[in-house]
Structures are given as structure tokens and as C-alpha cells.
């Protein structure tokens, strides 16, 4: 386990918080909120978001902008991939029937000691072993 999070911030959360206020300044502020917590991430996520922002949104980023970005969030704590990851990944997408990607991320989540996962992606509420996806928006 990683220490230093109480939270974990999913790949959408974070493109609200970067190219979201033009398209919805509600989801923005929350999401830019989010930014103020404990937080942590993963590599998934980070490239993930790379990808995302330069091509999505209402304004999306550039390259560098990104980039930026990425760096400045790589300094939270962060969960590199590794081949332990991506086999627990692959036991939680099994075990909740959800999808690899999803099932990594909290696994990233729960290595990190991170009890609450911010998403869009996944069930509001959803126990994940010891990590509980929480819908910010709702």
C-alpha cells in the first residue's frame, strides 16, 4: 500500500477539472474542488487523461497543456504499473464482472489505501472491497 490518499481521482474527474468549465462550470468547480483533497492516482489514469484532454471538450487541451498537466499530477501519490497491478486488475474485473480497465483502476485504488474512488464511470455507492465509487456530480 501506498500511503498519503484518502481518495483516488478517476480519469473523468480530472477532465472536468482541467477542460470542463466552458462545457459545464458545475462539474468544474466540483471537480476542481476534488484538486484540494488528499488525493491519488495511477499511470492508467494519467495516460488516460494525456489522451482525453488533447482531443475531447469543448476546448480541449494542447499537447503541452496536457502534458503540464500530467506532470503536475504525477506528483501525488501515484501507482505505476506493474505486473501486480494489472493481475489484481484482472481479479477484480472478474470478481464484480466489470471491465479490465475499471477493474484496475480500483485496484490502483485499494494499493494505494484509498477508501473512496471519484467517478463517473462505475455504480454510486458500489462497495468494491474495501473501495466505495462515489458519483461527485450527483
Known amino acids: 500500500m501506498i500511503a498519503g490518499a484518502d481518495v483516488f481521482l478517476d480519469t473523468n474527474i480530472l477532465l472536468h477539472a482541467a477542460n470542463g468549465q466552458a462545457a459545464d462550470r458545475e462539474k468544474w468547480q466540483v471537480a476542481h474542488g476534488l484538486l484540494t483533497t488528499q488525493f491519488g492516482t495511477s499511470a492508467q489514469v494519467l495516460a488516460e487523461f494525456y489522451a482525453n484532454a488533447i482531443s475531447k471538450g469543448c476546448r480541449p487541451l494542447s499537447p503541452d497543456e496536457a502534458r503540464r498537466w500530467v506532470s503536475l499530477l504525477a506528483r501525488k501519490p501515484f501507482v505505476a504499473a506493474d505486473e501486480q497491478l494489472v493481475l489484481a486488475g484482472i481479479a477484480v474485473s472478474q470478481r464484480f464482472e466489470i471491465s479490465y480497465w475499471d477493474g484496475a483502476v480500483i485496484a490502483a485504488a485499494e494499493r494505494l489505501g484509498a477508501a473512496t474512488l471519484y467517478t463517473e464511470g462505475l455504480s454510486h ?10 458519483n461527485p456530480f450527483l
Open 125 to 134: 455507492g458500489q462497495a468494491y472491497g474495501p473501495v466505495t465509487v462515489v
